[in-house]
T-cell receptor, first 116, second 104 residues
Framework: GAVVSQHPSWVICKSGTSVKIECRSL??????MFWYRQFPKQSLMLMAT?????????EQGVEKDKFLINHASLTLSTLTVTSAHPEDSSFYIC????????????FGSGTRLTVV | GIQVEQSPPDLILQEGANSTLRCNFS?????LQWFHQNPWGQLINLFY???GTKQNGRLSATTVATERYSLLYISSSQTTDSGVYFC??????FGAGTRLAVHP
């Protein structure tokens, strides 16, 4: 079945540094990927929609200059948290629609980011 | 925008019990989904169910679009069913989730 690989699974970084999270579709082409943020015991909040070969679409309130998204190929999307601060600490999750379109989504295993 | 409300927020079951989780939405939805997040954070898409009923093993879901709600049924629950169940309008709007704990 469709698999999305997300790395790293966890990362600790110092305040002010940048962190890159990768999301790869292993056995299918993902023209569209989604990035979410999830705070402890809360729901998923869609941050942005990543489209291969074009600029990402950000949800209201998400700073595009802080959360840089690149989707340069059909199998790879990256999220870079720039100048991270402790309030950026969260669980970040990517997902992709499978070939079944709205009938199916495949999620990465998530990245737990801790900014100290 | 659309509001998605889930109930109950928390549920504790003994292994083997059945349960019903509910999702109410404030407006018409076209792409209702149910997801399960296990205790380690991994999410799985359970159902795409804009209307009608679907079944997959011990799980089934029913959406009554005209009355703006959807139900997820878990029968003969197992400890591996523990986690959080979310309903969502496609990939956009997630409910707050129902946190399920199944004890042996």
């Amino acid at each position: 079945g469709a698999v999305v690989s997300q790395h790293p699974s966890w990362v600790i970084c110092k305040s002010g540094t940048s962190v890159k999270i990768e999301c790869r579709s292993l056995d299918f082409q993902a023209t569209t990927m989604f990035w979410y943020r999830q705070f402890p015991k809360q729901s998923l909040m869609l941050m942005a929609t990543s489209n291969e070969g074009s600029k990402a679409t950000y949800e209201q309130g998400v700073e595009k200059d802080k959360f840089l998204i690149n989707h340069a190929s059909l199998t790879l999307s990256t999220l870079t948290v720039t100048s991270a601060h402790p309030e950026d600490s969260s669980f970040y999750i990517c997902s992709a629609r499978t070939e079944r379109g709205l009938n199916g989504y495949t999620f990465g295993s998530g990245t737990r980011l801790t900014v100290v | 925008g659309i509001q998605v409300e889930q109930s109950p927020p928390d549920l504790i079951l003994q292994e083997g019990a059945n349960s019903t989780l509910r999702c109410n939405f404030s407006d018409s939805v076209n792409n209702l989904q149910w997801f399960h997040q296990n205790p380690w954070g991994q999410l799985i898409n359970l159902f795409y169910i804009p209307s009608g009923t679907k079944q997959n093993g011990r799980l089934s879901a029913t959406t009554v679009a005209t009355e703006r709600y959807s139900l997820l049924y878990i029968s003969s629950s197992q400890t591996t069913d523990s986690g959080v169940y979310f309903c969502a309008e496609s990939e956009l709007i997630f409910g707050a989730g129902t946190r399920l704990a199944v004890h042996p």
